[in-house]
């Protein structure tokens, strides 16, 4: 066809379309397409459109030009399946829908006299087939769009999600008949989620439980779940969820045994069992955070499917990258050298959220924006909104700027469908089609589950306070399962006495259980503390020829491979370096390739995240080279021929909050590999504060986690401002207690070594978070390289000598403490030659802080008469304040008569100065007080 036609619209092209196909084959058109192209053919310019007439040649519908009509029927189709679910009834509650004028017939210059003429194969798809008249498509398009049942799909732009997404929609397959339910079961399933809510509300009315009681339906949507990951080659389920409704789902999509979580309701406590646990230092958390595993057989030729739910502590939402982390852990091959092989297949995440929570926190943004990231993804989501219409007390129009509580997922393309929470069918379709969505395209789904909560935020508080008009309408509102049983009762399909004689059985039964349990009966409790003295046992030192070998494949690059000149003359010089086991030649870099690559050899799998950790913030690390002339990647250690394990390395998206909770998951679920995660600069991991706090040094204490998550922060002073000066080192010594983390300060390439090795090795024994505050400008200074025999024949020292005050300890009568940086400043003084008096000693390890090895060196200089301790943060920051009464401890028991002074920068507000020259002048007076103003003679 040529020419341009003189109608309009943006579905016109719709009608050429189906009118091409007719001429070219009129059987591929249905018999009422075809009817009404023997009568219509296109206009061209300058020429009106014919008008179909009847068999009695009457003009079908009134006007010049009715392919106009056919057009505006067209866009009405697409107005129902784009902005139908503005029409649907969402709230269980009655609440109005917000609507559409585009869904109205007059809006598009239509009437029903119109619709009843057209075909309704202009509708398309199956309901296009099956419709006669545009009116009975219409219709079927309003049932499938606009009744309990919101598909918001505008914003997915690829055309074969689309086209999926709509067939998946008009075709029913995911409902009744085509996809049958089991009624009765579905039935009994609700009673039991009730029956359990009421249960517990009689037998501990005080206790604090979170209800489901409004959003009951997420418990057998999460069975229709589950059922379709059976068989399916999936093996891990793994669930992320706040406190809302986690009891019931716990009890009955986890099957944790009733008696368990009663006993956990009486909650005994005896003294024996308090000591226990908390020389362990283990203190638990509430219930209503507790995790769980379930286990479904597959049948003979499947290993088990495991359904876990993590735990998560009150902050909500921060489970999200946690749970994500841990599915791409599930689904990461690791036992073959190279990258790893990723299977996003064998898991599936479900992540849980608030309506309030959803659009508010920005972790849900965070971790949104990781599910199509290479590094991160895991391979298709499936979100459920468990919406209440309120947060706390907060209403939604005062909790979030848009229509949806889930518009934020809008963003990221994700499929999003609004269901009515006490419409059980359409909730079970809403189900089954996430997870087909999920299978098919590994791309996150998103349900919109909208209730209501039937008490305040928990059951002690009252909601009528503040919402007197909305309880009003709950308080007289059935429950789900009333309505379902009611439905049941009116078809035949049960008795009319059955529902409540399921439900007596269930409280009969639960009451049974409760009275059961022994007065004295306790909790059960497996906490495995690690043997003791692990770390200090540890070999890390790797033979020198070994070294050398490792280092030799790293230097190996593709045939035709163009390494940037620069880069090339430094990999030069690293080779050089390794010729002389005796001067200091390894550099920080040099020793942190060769320690994974020593770990690689030894079959543990090493995974790398972080901020520009490719290159390194500080052009460092070059872990993957460029090619000068293609811009092509190539890692050196995916091809080490000694490696018996996958190394994975990716610059992680600008976030701190959602990268770290996702590596924790991860290691979490996988504890045998080595995981690091990277800031830019330190303190940029204060926007991870609820993450370190709630899970990467508290989660052995709260949920009998083993973590081993490596946090390497750039830190040291050196006049670039406030914001890149501190790690702040001593917000994590503030967390230490019960040695639940390691936190280091190394100053040299070996003892860099030693630490990450170290760490690899205690995995399975003794795991371990481990902070390592990593250098910025030390990164090339000489004084930090290391002989080869220090990587070859040393081990982590926690505390380093004065090599040349060891030669002469009577003559000490200063010993200065310093960790860090600081300790170059101190070494590379004017004043240091003329105080011949002072011994510098650096603590390497903070925490757990090396009592034991301060001790033996505080007795090698028997005639020191002062410790000073000297650190370039403020006095109320770094490590001044864990130190002191750990020093003063020292001191008292091993009858040590020293004097303890602090120098350092006075307390402040601020890390750092803004201006590079007050920093000069404050770090020269640090330097000088360290040295200057005895309290003895020198003479």
């Known amino acids: 066809m040529t020419g341009i036609f003189d109608f309009h619209g943006p579905n016109a092209a719709y009608v050429l379309d189906l009118y091409e196909r007719y001429q070219r084959d009129p059987a591929a058109v249905d018999a009422a397409t075809r009817a009404f192209f023997q009568h219509w053919r296109p206009p061209y310019a300058g020429e009106a459109a014919r008008t179909p007439v009847n068999g009695d040649g009457v003009e079908a519908w ?259 990258p946690v749970v994500v982390g841990m599915a791409r852990a599930a689904g990461t091959l690791t036992d073959r050298p190279g990258p790893p092989r990723i299977d996003p297949s064998r898991t599936v995440p479900i992540l849980i959220h608030g309506d309030a929570s959803f659009p508010a926190q920005g972790i849900v943004a965070e971790t949104l924006n990781m599910s199509r990231l290479a590094g991160y993804t895991a391979g298709g989501t499936i979100h459920i909104i468990a919406n209440n219409q309120l947060g706390f007390t907060t209403d939604p129009h005062d909790g979030r700027s848009t229509l949806y509580a889930s518009d934020l997922a809008k963003g990221f393309k994700i499929p999003i469908v609004h269901v009515n929470a006490d419409d059980p069918l359409a909730c079970i379709e809403a189900a089954r089609l996430a997870v087909a969505y999920s299978n098919e395209f590994e791309r996150d789904f998103l349900i919109d589950l909208i209730g209501y909560r039937r008490y305040g935020h928990n059951e002690g508080d009252e909601p009528r306070f503040t919402q007197p008009k909305l309880y009003n309408i709950i308080d007289k509102h059935p429950t789900v399962r009333q309505q379902w049983a009611q439905r049941l009762v009116e078809q035949g399909i049960v008795g009319a006495d059955e529902p409540e004689q399921l439900v007596r059985r269930q409280l009969d039964h639960l009451q049974q259980e409760l009275s059961s349990l022994g007065a004295d009966e306790r909790l059960p409790l497996e906490i495995k503390p690690p043997p003791p003295g692990a770390a200090r046992k540890v070999h890390t030192a790797v033979p020198a020829e070994t070294l050398r070998e490792l280092h030799q494949a790293l230097m190996r690059a593709p045939a035709g491979f163009s390494v940037h000149p620069r880069l090339q003359r430094i990999r030069r010089r690293m080779a050089e370096a390794l010729a002389d086991e005796t001067e200091p030649a390894i550099d920080w870099t040099l020793a942190e390739q060769l320690a994974l690559a020593s770990i690689l050899a030894e079959g543990t799998p090493v995974r790398v995240t972080g901020e520009d950790v490719l290159r390194g913030t500080f052009s460092h690390r070059h872990a993957v080279l460029f090619d000068a002339q293609t811009g092509e990647p190539y890692t050196p250690l995916h091809h080490l021929p000694q490696a018996r394990a996958a190394f994975e390395i990716h610059n992680s998206p600008l976030s701190e909050a959602a990268a770290i909770g996702f590596e924790y998951g991860y290691n ?272």
């Open 62 to 320: 009134p006007g010049p030009a009715g392919v106009d009509k056919a057009a505006s029927v067209a866009n009405l189709f697409q107005a129902i399946r784009e902005y139908g679910h503005l029409a649907a009834q969402l709230d269980p509650l009655g609440g109005p829908p917000p609507g559409d004028p585009s869904l109205a017939l007059d809006y598009h210059d239509l009437t029903e006299a119109d619709l009843r003429q057209l075909p309704g194969s202009l509708a398309g798809g199956p309901i296009g087939a099956a419709a006669g008249a545009a009116w009975e498509a219409a219709q079927a398009l309003r049932r499938v769009y606009a009744t309990s049942i919101g598909h918001d799909y505008d914003h997915i732009r690829l055309a074969d999600e689309r086209a999926w997404l709509r067939h998946a929609a008009e075709s029913g397959r995911f409902r009744p008949p085509q996809m049958p339910v089991d009624e009765v079961g579905l039935l009994r399933r609700l009673t039991e989620v009730e029956a359990f809510e009421h249960f517990l509300q009689r037998s501990f009315p005080g206790k604090t439980r979170f209800s489901i009681e409004g959003l009951d339906l997420m418990v057998p949507m999460l069975d229709e779940i589950v059922a379709c990951c059976v068989g399916g080659g999936i093996y891990k389920i793994l669930i992320g969820m706040a406190h809302r409704g986690r009891l019931n789902v716990l009890a009955h999509v986890l099957q944790k045994p009733y008696r368990q979580m009663l006993l956990e309701f009486k909650d005994p406590s005896t003294d024996d069992l308090y000591a226990e646990v908390s020389a362990l230092g283990y203190t638990g958390d509430v219930k209503y955070h507790a995790g769980a595993d379930r286990s479904l057989p597959q049948g003979e030729a499947l290993v088990d499917l495991l359904v876990r739910m993590a735990p998560n502590p009150s902050h909500l939402e921060h489970v999200n």
């Open 668 to 939: 979490i679920e996988h504890p045998g590999r080595l995981v690091i995660w990277e800031a830019q600069y330190g303190d940029f991991a204060n926007t991870a504060q609820a993450m370190i706090d709630q899970f990467v040094v508290s989660g052995f204490a709260k949920w009998d986690q083993t973590p081993s998550l490596v946090l390497l922060l750039p830190h040291g002073y050196e006049g670039q401002g406030p914001d890149h000066a501190s790690a702040r080192p001593e917000r994590f010594l503030q967390l230490a207690a019960e040695v639940n983390m390691r936190i280091a300060n190394p100053t040299t390439a070996a003892q860099y070594f030693h630490l990450l090795r170290r760490q690899a090795l205690l995995l399975t024994t003794d795991p371990l978070p481990l902070v390592v505050l990593t250098p910025k400008s030390l990164l090339r200074q000489p004084l930090t390289l290391s002989p080869l025999r220090d990587l070859a024949e040393s081990r982590w020292q926690p505390v380093i000598d004065d090599a040349d005050a060891a030669q002469r300890p009577n003559e000490i009568r200063r010993l200065i403490l310093c960790s860090g940086k600081i300790y170059v400043d101190l070494v590379t003084s004017d004043y240091r030659p003329q105080t011949p008096w002072v011994a510098i000693a650096r603590v390497e390890q903070l925490y757990p802080f090396p009592a034991d090895h301060l001790d033996e060196l505080f007795r090698r200089y028997p005639n020191a008469e002062e410790v000073v301790w000297v650190q370039e943060e403020p006095r109320n920051m770094g490590a001044w304040s864990a130190a002191k009464p750990q020093l003063e401890y020292i001191f008292r028991v091993s009858n040590h008569r020293f004097k303890l002074r602090y120098v350092g920068r006075p307390r402040r507000a601020s890390p750092a100065e803004g201006s590079s020259a007050w920093h000069q002048i404050n770090q020269a007076q640090i330097i000088k007080k360290a040295f200057e103003n005895p309290t003895w003679s020198t003479r």
